[in-house]
């Protein structure tokens, strides 16, 4: 049976012919409900209208728009449609803290803005996807303003731009295993990326120099920074160039000199041999004086491998050339007249001069 409301002017208390059983009355001047129960005339609250509360029990709120059923949860949880299509049931997925203005996924009581939480494999993962037939893509994007949403201000120098902090638990704390940072310079209208990984079990640091293995510095120019020891130039050197540091951090291409001693001093160590990289490699030595080429060893040995002969040029004491032939098999022939070869004695003193005549 449906509930009929009438409308009463007056002060005086309706009779069973203003409203029949299980009707209701309102006295707009009196500002008081009445209610015909079974016969009997009932005045509900004797206070004004604006003070008047009604409640209800879960059991009357289910017959309302169908609903069969009504849970309630813990604080924060929010009410949804029941798997069955008519309760409502109160549901942990979603938590809104209004006392902070935050809101948790498979967290009750969020500690910061939007707060996810999720135990086991793949349970706490962000996915977006985008469907559209241009160059378009899923953007994640940050803003950073100084003032208020009312009135925004510029950044200033120095300001955060963005952080990307990944903590892990090591037994006692959490560490910041690894960290990224867009940053302001000391020029506002500049910006750094900094990369920082821990490697001592310390909290990764984008702000502290020495923890810092790569920066890209807008301050100068994008120059790229490894381990805050080196930094490359921004441009590429001359052709046949080398990069060359100062001692203080800073590369830049140089031209290796063709003339001179470009080597004072080659050691070997740690290997038997020395070798070319292709069978017409040339090894030069340019020197004024006399070029030794010693052994550490009496039992050392210096050879010179050909496949089956080699010419040495060399100038006779008469201002003419001639060839030192080497050969690794056969007859040697008439090598050469009067080879003059200085050499020093065993003992260290002055140069003195073998004279090979006619073989």
């Known amino acids: 049976m449906s509930t009929v409301i009438k409308l009463k002017r007056g002060t005086s208390l309706p009779t069973t012919d203003d409203i029949v059983s299980g009707e209701v009355a309102i006295d707009t001047s009196a500002q008081k409900f009445y209610i015909n129960d079974s016969g009997t005339i009932k005045s509900i609250g004797d206070t004004s209208l604006s003070d008047l509360s009604i409640t209800s029990t879960a059991a009357e709120l289910n017959h309302l728009d169908g609903v069969t059923g009504i849970t309630l949860g813990t604080a924060n949880e929010l009410l949804v449609v029941g798997g069955d299509g008519s309760s409502i049931v109160s549901d942990s997925t979603l938590a809104v803290d209004t006392s902070n203005n935050r809101l948790g996924i498979n967290q009750s009581s969020p500690d910061v803005t939007l707060h996810m939480t999720g135990e086991g494999a793949q349970t706490a993962q962000i996915r977006m996807e ?15 303003y100084r003032g208020t949403i009312a009135s925004p201000s510029a950044v200033s120098s120095g300001d955060y731009l ?10 006692s704390s959490l560490i910041v295993g690894g960290t990224f940072a867009f940053d302001n310079t000391n020029d506002a209208n500049r910006t750094q990326f900094a990369v920082s990984v821990t490697t001592d079990g310390t909290s990764a640091d984008a702000n502290t120099p020495s923890k810092v293995q790569f920066k890209i510095d807008g301050n100068d120019s994008g120059a790229i920074t490894f381990n805050n020891a080196y930094k490359f130039p921004t441009s590429d050197g001359s052709a046949n160039q080398v990069l060359q540091t100062d001692g203080s951090g800073a590369l830049s291409f140089a031209t290796v000199s063709s003339g001179g001693n470009a080597f004072s ?25 006399l070029v030794a080429v010693t052994t550490n060893a009496g039992t050392d040995t210096v050879t010179i491998g050909t496949p089956n002969s080699a010419a040495i040029p060399f100038l006779k004491s ?40 006619t073989a």
């Open 130 to 144: 985008q469907y559209n037939d241009s160059a378009d893509a899923p953007d994640l994007r940050t803003r950073r």
């Open 162 to 171: 963005y952080r990307s902090n990944h903590e892990y638990w090591n037994g």
């Open 265 to 289: 001093t080659i050691s070997v160590s740690g290997q038997s041999d020395v070798v070319a990289d292709s069978s017409t490699d040339t090894l030069t030595i340019e020197q004024s004086g």
């Open 318 to 357: 008469d201002g003419s050339s001639s060839n030192i032939e080497l050969q690794t098999s056969g007859t040697i022939g008439e090598v050469l007249t009067n080879l003059f070869i200085p050499f020093i004695k065993s003992d260290g003193s002055s140069v003195e001069t073998l004279v090979v005549g």
